[in-house]
């Protein structure tokens, strides 16, 4: 069957209005009941008229939301959703794009198309074979076209076991939707400086305190200044406590040590932080496990260049070996303190740590800063997973 064209209905409706204008002459002119003809088809117009309206409006309104997720997974998320959520009404994504997120970008753009015809205000991950590169830009896609993103898959297990929430049958699922607007981050900024400049002020007996006892140890400078990436990869001077003897140049064997843990990261196990400890002083033992050497970074957040919370700065040779996901860490501020730092700290894999960071890019506000500062405290004082 031949399908009619919206362009089609509109010359329709003009003909038949013309039709039925023309009756309506003709009554009017010859005084007789001509009009009667013309009642038929202004019934069948008229009740055309309103069906397609109204089905247009209640397919303008109604939550469409895709599931990523082969059919039997498909079964069982539906009947979960249906229980706790009712605004959605959920469909299967097509077989032909089920192979996008494993790397396959050339149906990446018909699928966006499909998207936008759908009118899909949701995208529900339930897929482990995961290529980062793919889903993060995919996530950058359905970010402007403002589709809420969910993911429950065993490519993010770090993320399921810190943030995650319980859903289905013992899953776990987490939600990637950022309402981060200008505003936030003028808030951020304000409170930010204002958290620094107190901590500064209370903890400057501390800082003196710190300062003598370095000095006193080991020779060098009491600050320890590096240039390190911050946001949308622009370097800055980087302070902390010294916390290992002055070194002349460059430390070639944490240079290499680093890069083979960023390109090693899927054969990494836990306690995976790369450190030269044969130069840490017996101080800087004690700083850098409590994080007390970091307090001086305080005057970065002061600055601008740092956030009180954030992803870590990345030194310029771990930023030059980075693939290409894991520098969307530096599309916000680095911090003094992140969601690593509390869910895991050296505990975890470079690539688990990359993600903790991104989950915290993609979803981060307020409260959440709020959430981390406190739990860094704790973290500090029973040094979990400091090194």
Excluded at 24 to 49: C, H, Q, R, W
Excluded at 51 to 66: A, E, F, G, H, I
Excluded at 166 to 177: T, W
Excluded at 293 to 298: A, K, S, V, Y
Aim: hydrophobic share 40%; charged share 25%; aromatic share 12%.
């Amino acid at each position: 069957m031949t399908k009619i064209t919206n362009k089609t209905k509109k010359v329709f409706l003009i003909l038949l209005f013309a039709c039925t204008g023309l009756l309506i002459a003709l009554t009017y002119l010859n005084d007789s009941y001509l009009f009667l003809l013309i009642i038929p088809p202004m019934t069948v117009m008229y009740e055309g008229l309103v069906n397609d309206y109204t089905k247009q409006r209640v397919k303008k309104k109604l939550n469409w939301s895709l599931i990523y997720a082969d059919s039997e997974e498909f079964d069982k998320l539906t009947n979960s959703f249906k229980v706790k959520n009712s605004k959605y009404f959920y469909i299967t994504i097509p077989h032909k794009y089920m192979d996008i997120l494993e790397g396959n970008c050339e149906s990446l753009n018909e699928f966006l198309n499909y998207l936008d015809k759908n009118r899909i205000k949701e995208i529900i991950i339930s897929h482990d074979k995961i290529d980062y590169n793919t889903f993060f830009n995919l996530l950058e896609e359905l970010r402007k076209r403002k589709i809420k993103v969910k993911v429950s898959s065993a490519s993010f297990n770090v993320l399921n076991k810190t943030v995650g929430k319980p859903f289905s049958a013992g899953k776990k699922i987490v939600s990637l939707d950022n309402n981060y607007n200008v505003m936030s981050h003028i808030t951020k900024r304000v409170v930010d400086f204002i958290l620094a400049c107190i901590g500064v002020i209370i903890l400057s007996p501390l800082f003196l305190v710190v300062g003598i006892i370095i000095k006193a140890t080991s020779s060098g400078p009491i600050i320890f200044k590096q240039t390190r990436i911050g946001k949308n990869g622009k370097p800055f001077s980087f302070y902390k406590f010294r916390s290992m003897y002055k070194l002349e140049g460059e430390d070639s064997e944490r240079k290499e040590m680093m890069i083979k843990f960023i390109k090693e990261s899927k054969n990494q196990s836990a306690d995976t932080k790369v450190i030269n400890l044969a130069r840490v002083t017996w101080i800087g033992k004690i700083l850098r496990r409590t994080s007390l050497d970091e307090l001086p970074q305080l005057f970065n957040v002061i600055k601008g260049d740092m956030s009180l919370v954030g992803p870590r700065p990345c030194i310029p040779y771990e930023f030059e070996n980075y693939e290409i996901w894991h520098k969307r860490r530096t599309d916000v501020l680095p911090g003094c303190t992140g969601l690593w730092q509390v869910s895991g700290r050296s505990l975890v894999s470079f690539d688990e740590s990359i993600l903790l960071d991104l989950c915290y890019v993609y979803t981060m506000n307020l409260f959440m800063d709020i959430r981390i500062i406190l739990k860094t405290l704790p973290v500090m004082f029973f040094s979990k997973g400091g090194k």
